[in-house]
């Protein structure tokens, strides 16, 4: 897959693009091209370069480039690391009570002590009002853009300061909290996991336009009160905060009040939609290596607490993700929900009971999985799946965990997850892949995001729907 310019296309610069998942998003827009994109990791700009062989790539350090002095661009997509802003990491979180540098002490080498890892994440932050405010003052013009991060950046003790030097480039600002789940696209991939994500749109005053939010960022759900589908409405527990995640800190509301606003689960697509159910797994009591201890519990915790009784000796055990890093507090989860966010790491594990299914009656008793998946993080692969092929198992009796099989979870896998196109090119190790993809902003996200930007500045609608093959809407696998 590769993409190519329009030269009559609204520009896109791509900071910290990693291997193109918001620049694959991007693309999928009408009339809008990445001519521009950075990045500090070499073997990522080279995965972007194999899919966007026309963009011209920067490789290295933002902090150490003249981005005052970059090319103007059109829209300006920005997604500074977010490793060491997150508390998934396992640090106690300081960002919050601590002095930051201002912008242009960010330019200044001569530091007595060097920065820490936490210290040069958030300058990468500041970078983005120094690049908008280098071009204001060259009489050039950022029309729109975006700035993606961990929702823990809102935190940050700095944060309206920050948000104001945005403000005070001219710019209309939006502040979003989106899970990847809930983002549904007009043509690229649907994402099958839970990813709770930190947007700030922006958009100069001059176009006169606002976004038209409510079009992009209301996810179709079904109000069984009403009896029909509704776009939902995004409505945060506590009164006056914007940043949270999904379930947490916001839930989706029925937007008629003859229910009184009924609470709403969006539409998702579940884990399963990603796994490759041609791939063999092993038999866990035919390993050389056993499982950790963990990971076997997690296991038999999923069989448990998903194992549904169907006529008192039968039992119906659907897919399981499992978990399968050493932190505790991880459970499996039903491959018939969205996975959860995908990390930097491979800590997923796929494990099913293909062989000791029993189908009685003359016919299958046996249904697809169809529930996403929980987030896909940066950090690894940390699902496993318990199910035979991707039907529902149905047994007879208490389940041997050792006639469970189970295998972890391939790149290409987490991929759909991500939402790229299956045709995508992510070069490098298995290792380097899974990195890629789990530092990736999914393109589903940055597809409705981009969107609404552009119709605000060209004041011309974009279908909210595209004709598209339907493995391509839904971004399911074959079973």
């Not at 710019?171 to 709770?196: F, G, K």
């Amino acid at each position: 897959m590769t993409y190519r310019h329009d030269n009559d296309a609204l520009t896109v610069m791509d900071w910290f693009c990693g291997a193109g998942g918001s620049s694959q998003g991007i693309h999928a827009v009408p009339g809008v091209r990445v001519t521009r994109a950075a990045n500090h990791w070499e073997r990522a700009i080279a995965s972007h370069a194999a899919n966007f062989p026309h963009t011209d790539h920067y490789q290295g350090d933002i902090r150490q480039a003249p981005v005052w002095d970059w090319p103007v661009t059109d829209i300006f997509w920005a997604s500074p690391e977010c490793t060491n802003w997150s508390v998934a990491k396992g640090k106690q979180r300081d960002f919050d009570k601590t002095m930051q540098y201002d912008l242009f002490s960010l330019l200044e080498e001569k530091e007595e002590e060097p920065p820490t890892a936490e210290e040069e994440s958030r300058a990468l932050m500041e970078e983005v009002p120094l690049y908008l405010r280098g071009v204001a003052d060259r009489g050039g013009l950022v029309k729109a853009g975006i700035v993606e991060n961990v929702v823990d950046v809102r935190n940050w003790d700095q944060w309206d300061r920050w948000l104001g030097e945005i403000h005070k480039l001219g710019y209309e600002t939006r502040v979003i909290a989106l899970n990847a789940m809930h983002a549904h696209p007009r043509t690229v991939h649907q994402a099958p996991q839970s990813r709770d994500r930190l947007f700030v749109a922006y958009w100069h005053h001059s176009l006169g336009r606002t976004p038209n939010w409510n079009k992009w960022l209301r996810p179709r759900a079904w109000c069984g009160t009403c009896g029909q589908h509704v776009n939902a409405l995004q409505v945060f527990k506590r009164h006056g905060r914007d940043m949270g995640r999904y379930r947490q800190q916001y839930v989706y509301r029925c937007p008629n009040i003859t229910c009184r606003n009924q609470m709403v689960e969006p539409e998702t697509l579940p884990a399963a939609a990603c796994i490759d159910w041609t791939l063999p797994g092993q038999r866990i009591g035919d390993r050389t290596r056993p499982l950790a201890d963990k990971t076997l519990a997690r296991i038999e915790a999923g069989i448990t607490r998903f194992a549904k009784p169907i006529d008192g000796i039968r039992l119906q055990i659907p897919p399981l993700m499992v978990p399968v890093e050493g932190r505790d507090g991880k459970e499996a989860n039903t491959a018939l929900a969205p996975l959860r966010t995908q990390t930097a790491r491979n800590e997923t594990g796929l494990a099913w009971l293909p062989f000791i299914a029993e189908l009685r009656g003359g016919g299958s008793v046996a249904r697809p999985v169809t529930e996403a998946l929980a987030t896909v993080t940066a950090s690894g692969n940390h699902h496993g799946l318990v199910t035979p092929d991707p039907r529902i198992a149905v047994v007879e009796g208490d389940v041997d965990i050792d006639d469970v099989l189970f295998r972890m979870l391939e790149p290409h896998e987490i991929g759909r997850a991500m939402s790229f196109a299956d045709e995508y090119i992510v070069l490098g190790s298995k290792r380097e892949r899974v990195k890629q993809y789990g530092n990736a902003v999914p393109p589903n996200m940055a597809e409705v995001l981009v969107c609404a930007l552009v119709e605000a500045i060209t004041g011309e609608a974009i279908d909210r729907q595209s004709a598209r093959e339907p493995a391509a809407a839904t971004g399911l696998a074959a079973a």
